[in-house]
């Protein structure tokens, strides 16, 4: 039996990097799947991969960074699955600049994009959850949101947020059956980071005990235990580090 055998799963940010594996991942394990992104090119390319594997995929192409787009992929998926399982937030956004030359607009995108856009989504989705006694909400935040970042304040506060947000709704909706955790990993290679420089990323390297970065696919049978029966049952409010060792809680 596979372990998300017939759930309803939405990822958001899923055309590449860690949201493209968690959707490849889920694919493996039977799950129905509403992949979101605003790259409609990169996004038909995850899709297929997934459909190779034998999955019913619709795609989302939506920008988060909207109210309309953090809802459309909740929206499909109760239109062409007839409900929701399990909510991924996983879109986001990295910039880099000193906290003196941050402007307010790269302030606000980070917060509306990696913050906001996953309190809309949850909240999206979280009466259907209810209703049937039976959610999971995993929020991919970053192991910069416990131990901070320089050059990065915005984005460890961002990712912070997402931490809280994760501990208190969990708080509120788990008497429901409603399981709400995050994910926090470690520098990964992906497209994400092509916008941070070399010099930063050769020095975190060396930062971490296990001395590499981590790729997408490390990362994802994480959100495959979360999402899963009996796996992922007993954890509440938890956030959980592929981290490459860079933060030990």
């Not at 394990?29 to 992949?35: F, I, P």
């Not at 935040?141 to 915005?154: C, R």
């Not at 409010?237 to 060792?245: A, D, E, I, Y």
Request: with cysteine; aromatic share 4%.
């Amino acid at each position: 039996m596979k372990q998300l055998q017939a759930r309803r799963a939405v990822i958001t940010g899923a055309a590449s990097g860690i949201g493209a594996a968690i959707a490849q991942a889920y694919a493996r394990e039977g799950a129905r799947l509403v992949v979101c992104d605003r790259d409609a090119e990169r996004l038909a390319v995850t899709a297929q991969q997934c459909r190779a594997q034998g999955a019913d995929v619709t795609e989302c192409v939506a920008d988060v960074g909207t109210r309309e787009g953090a809802q459309a992929g909740i929206d499909v998926c109760l239109q062409a699955f007839g409900g929701i399982d399990i909510l991924v937030n996983n879109a986001g956004m990295l910039t880099q600049a000193p906290c003196v030359e941050l402007t307010q607009t790269m302030w606000d995108d980070m917060l509306r994009i990696d913050l906001t856009s996953v309190f809309i989504a949850s909240q999206r989705a979280l009466p259907h959850m209810l209703a049937q006694r039976w959610g999971r909400i995993i929020n991919v935040a970053s192991q910069l949101g416990i131990k901070g970042g320089a050059e990065l304040t915005h984005y460890a506060a961002a990712k912070a947020g997402v931490i809280g947000f994760t501990k208190s709704l969990a708080l509120e909706v788990s008497k429901d059956n409603v399981l709400v955790n995050a994910i926090a990993p470690g520098p990964i290679e992906t497209p994400l980071v092509d916008g941070i420089s070399q010099d930063w990323k050769v020095a975190k390297a060396k930062e971490l005990p296990l001395g590499r970065f981590g790729r997408a696919e490390e990362v994802a049978p994480v959100a495959v235990l979360l999402a899963s029966e009996p796996g992922g049952n007993l954890f509440v409010g938890q956030t959980l580090g592929p981290n490459s060792g860079d933060v030990m809680p």
